[in-house]
């Protein structure tokens, strides 16, 4: 699970979504032959949405283990905090 927190899960979904609406718009971008200019910063919108998404999952987890020391909200995903560490890093 990527988070027990409620709020924090809508947050991430919404990212997400608004990620795919931005893609959808790239795509129709590229396919009716937009300009260069247009389809990058569309692009670029797409990528910091999902950057941004998956900043909001690795500190949620990080979060839930420094609220949960015994490390039982992230123990079903088997996240070590060496893991969380190489995911945050995976997304930079």
């Known amino acids: 699970m990527i988070t027990t927190d409620p709020k924090a899960h809508r947050r991430i979904v919404n990212r997400l979504h608004r990620a795919s609406g931005q893609l959808t718009a790239v795509i129709a971008a590229v396919e ?13 919108a797409v990528s910091s949405a999902l950057h941004r998404a998956g900043y909001t999952i690795v500190s949620t987890a990080m979060k839930d283990c420094l609220t949960d020391p015994e490390g039982t909200s992230t123990a079903q995903d088997g996240l070590t905090p060496q893991e969380l560490e190489k995911l945050f890093l995976m997304l930079s």
């Open 32 to 44: 009716s032959g937009a300009s260069c200019r247009d389809v990058v910063t569309q692009l670029a």
